[in-house]
């Protein structure tokens, strides 16, 4: 019955779609005045113009009858409730109660888990006070200035970008460094800047066993050694933040300085727990409890508010209306904000990693598309880049416009000019130009109607082409918390559409084997098992170059 429901409203979406398909987005604004107030929603300090999508107040109710028919209350309730929503796993999913804001119990297999969240997040603030106030020294009895995160994935992401979007925060706290790459090069670059003296090392593996995280933090190790740290010094040196307690004492790290990964949290959702610690160092203990409260209070939203008014609700299945109806396959994202230039690859993992699949919970293909690619860049840079694509393409993509409005300089000028070019691009995009329009600008300029009537086809910009504009006053901790459980949700949300299991990632798992596997036969030429031709050519290629080395 719940399956005939979903295809019933898919089917209506199909059929709204073909009276759509010849509409115009500046014929709705031309013939409705008040088409943004009504297709505007505000939350949590964040504002959303969903105005320049092509959709009417029936394409919404439609969409919201998806949804409903989808069980999306139901599934998003039995997330913040504990139950075990990552079915191939079986585990729970809550980064939600990691931001919890008050004591209500959150149960995962009969267990009340928020004490362990409490008493985790008060063991960071201890940490992050001690190292903040000058009381951590290292070995040799100076205070920390440096501390090198090293991780992969989630892990490694959330820190930085948040870190980075923060910047004006960041103040009298230890400089933070990310190193996340296998490539030497990167981590060789970083310690030939650092004093092992003064650098204290984050290092969060959950296993205490990636490849990439740990040939790090093992090199960083060695580097320790090679300024004369004995073992028993290490300890003044490191943080782990890993389920694999032993592994890390063996390591060098001591027991007390070792945090818990919990199985609920998935590395892309794990900024909120002690992988944030980076960023409690950077901006503060106060600071990192109001990135918390921010996003504490757009789950609120998430869990309280009717679904056509329900930011996160809106942003997903309009995703879903471009992807699914329009064959929109990408979606970019343009914070206009030097210091949200990371934000795109952060939602791209967060997305891709989560809804990038084509196995249903049921265990039968998905018969739509999924998972579009996010990709983006910061405004207005990319106006000099890929704009031209987006506005005459033969490839639609929908856009996120995100606008702080406040700045955070008093450079002159500057925000204005940023914040008119963000409003341009999105109108732009909506209405475009038609090709009489191009001609006569091209006449009244002086040009000869002949030549005006070639290059204005060349003018001509389709227009028609969605978006939402988000903004909020200030880039603040709490606002970036908003920010990023809206765009968690929304990938939530999408996920529940396409009945997948959004808190999975299979998907990178037989590259990292096959990539142990061909590491361990660099060095055996003769071994060709299970090989191919194009795999051995290859590899011969990389033994010739570093003869001398392997």
Known sequence: MIIDSFNENWRELQQHLAEMETSHLRDFFASDSQRAENLSVSACGLNLDYSKNRITLKTRTLLMRLAESAQLEKKRDAMFAGDAINNTE??????TALRQQDNKPVF????????????????????????????????????????????????????????????????????????????????HDVLTTLNPETTLVLIASKSFNTQETLTNAESTRQWFYDYGVTFEQLSRHFIAISSNVNKAVAFGISSNNVFPMWDWVGGRYSLWSAIGMPIAM?????????????????????????????????MGMLGVWNHNFFDCQTHALLPYSHYLRGFPAYVQQMDMESNGKSCQLNNEMVSSTTGPVIWGAEGTNGQHAFHQLLHQGTSVVPVDFIQPLVADHDMDGHQDMLVANCFAQSKTLMQGKTYQQAYDELVASGMDG????????????????????????????????????????KVFVQGVIWNLNSFDQWGVELGKILGD??????????????????????????????????
């Not at 009381?135 to 994935?153: A, E, P, R």
């Open 108 to 187: 995962v297999d009969g267990v009340d888990i928020v004490p362990q969240i409490k008493a985790v997040r008060l063991k960071v603030e201890t940490v992050v006070n001690q190292v903040r106030n000058k009381d951590w020294l290292g070995y040799s009895g100076k205070c920390i200035t440096d501390v090198l995160n090293l991780g992969i994935g989630g892990s490694f992401l959330g820190p930085k970008i948040v870190t980075t979007s923060l910047k004006p925060y960041v103040q009298g706290g230890p400089k933070q460094h990310f190193v996340a790459n296998i490539d030497g090069n990167h981590l």
């Open 282 to 314: 950077a901006i503060g203990n106060v600071g990192f409890t109001e990135l918390l409260k921010g996003a504490a209070d757009l789950d609120k939203h998430f869990n309280d508010a009717p679904l056509e008014q329900n930011l996160p609700v809106l």
């Open 517 to 550: 596997d061909i590491l361990a036969r660099i060095d055996q030429p003769d071994n060709t098992e299970l090989s191919d031709s194009s795999t051995e050519l290859l590899l011969t290629q990389y033994r010739y170059a570093n003869q001398s080395v392997i």
């Open 90 to 95: 079986n585990r729970s999913v809550l980064h």
């Open 450 to 489: 002949i030549l005006a009537k070639v290059i204005a086809k060349h003018k001509e910009m389709p227009g028609n082409r969605p978006s939402n504009t988000l903004t909020f006053d200030r880039l603040t901790p709490y606002q970036l918390g908003t920010l990023i459980a809206l765009y968690e949700h």
